[in-house]
DNA sequence: AGAATTTGTGACCATTTTGTGACAGTCCGG
DNA sequence: CCGGACTGTCACAAAATGGTCACAAATTCT
């Protein structure tokens, strides 16, 4: 259902802003640090998008796009390069490499996100994230609205991820943990009481049209999100 | 609940990757990083599938299969081996060595999941996140939904628990001390009447929809739950 | 039939689980 | 450096659930 796409960078802090930004955004994010792991990675499981720093320790990043398009299996594999600066050169370079899009750093979380989508709905269309709709309410993950009718509901940083991912899997029950690893993040520690506290700012927030009930309790082990 | 499903993988990125994907379509994971890892896990807490590296440091993954099959408890664990290619020499190690299905890299996340998926379902429906459907009454385990037609009923935990026991141990008859032991869990001290009292309960909830028939007493002995 | 066992039922209350409001620390933009 | 937005925790309130009990009803045994 969502796309899996392969980091492969070496800083830390931008493979964990790339990571960040993608997972927020509905994608299922793996990560190498050299071109040497992203290639064995994909050797053994395919992704639908790989993400390359232009600049990586050993082996280059182009020199892994090339090989990747050598390669029958994964001639079709997009990439999107990732650069400091794009010269005329190495563009050139790059199409022969066969990127499918250049991000320059600095680039704006957003814009990567949906560079990251548009070259997913060329290949794809089916794999581009559109606006959820379920019962009226519509989340939009492009534009990071959520609204009802014409309405806009203002929704704070964690009570979107929240939402998000209820709407993207309705129907489902989640326990307090489970919400806490895929909402927060793995590694946190953190009550699980807290998730409470957030779903009732959700509901609190999702109330004044009528959508709080979506946000079903099942007692004794956690929530869901009713899907119609 | 969720079927518990344990990664045994040295190759830390593809590992994350099994786990990311896995998690996402609702499963449990475990991991290890080693045959010898993985055995000991596996004997602390048995999971509801192995997904086993071919390759692994130390004792193979095809070691660690036999000898799983070769053990009264673990002999009808379901196994997944994951491989660089198959030749068909392997494929009749692998057989022998008792693997359920095998995935060969790279494999595309999604069949991936797939597969996994395919295997539990033979295994029992139930673990796939399949509902169980008996006469009309419908339990779904991943949404923890109970309904019958279009209509839900609503129950309590451990009327939930009791209800998913019976419709997956239909047709065969249960003490009152074996339904503590598999519904409310081994060590608690607890009444046996109290069962009596849950499976009246039970009744009462299922009743408006006509399937409170299904659940049997037998006199001098316990319960049975009608399964046609 | 009458007594003895076994199971069904309704009610009660303690315990567990969830909802809610408040609060203090952090982060960030101005 | 200030003020506002956001988060994680707590303590307490509200609700629901669960285990027992006492008694009724049903079944079996003499």
């Given amino acids: 259902m969502n796309p899996t796409i392969l980091v492969v960078e070496d800083e830390p802090a931008i493979q964990e802003l790339l990571a960040v930004n993608l997972k927020h955004a509905g994608f299922l994010v793996a990560r190498a640090a050299s071109a040497e792991e992203g290639d064995a990675v994909i050797r053994a499981a395919l992704p639908d998008l790989v993400m390359l720093d232009w600049m990586l320790p050993g082996q280059s990043g182009i020199a892994l796009a090339r090989k990747l398009r050598a390669d029958e299996r994964t001639k079709e594999l997009p990439i999107i390069m990732l650069t400091a600066r794009v010269h005329e050169e190495d563009k050139i370079q790059g199409l022969e490499a066969g990127a499918d899009d250049y991000i320059t750093k600095p680039f704006s979380p957003k814009e990567m996100v949906a560079r990251v989508r548009a070259v997913l709905r060329r290949r794809s ?87 709080h009930e979506r946000i079903e309790t099942v007692r004794g082990t956690g929530y869901r999100f009713r899907g119609n």
Same sequence: chains 1, 2.
């Fill in 125 to 211: 269309p089916h794999l581009a994230g559109e606006a959820i709709n379920i019962g009226g309410l519509k989340l939009n993950p492009a534009t990071h609205r959520v609204t009802s009718g014409d309405q806009n509901i203002e929704l704070g940083p964690t009570e979107f991820r929240l939402l998000f991912f209820f709407m993207t899997h309705p129907e489902r029950v989640y326990t307090r943990a489970q919400l806490l690893d895929d909402v927060w993040g793995d590694h946190v520690f953190i009550e699980e009481r807290t998730v409470d506290v957030h779903i009732r700012r959700l509901r609190a927030a999702l109330e004044p049209y009528g959508h």
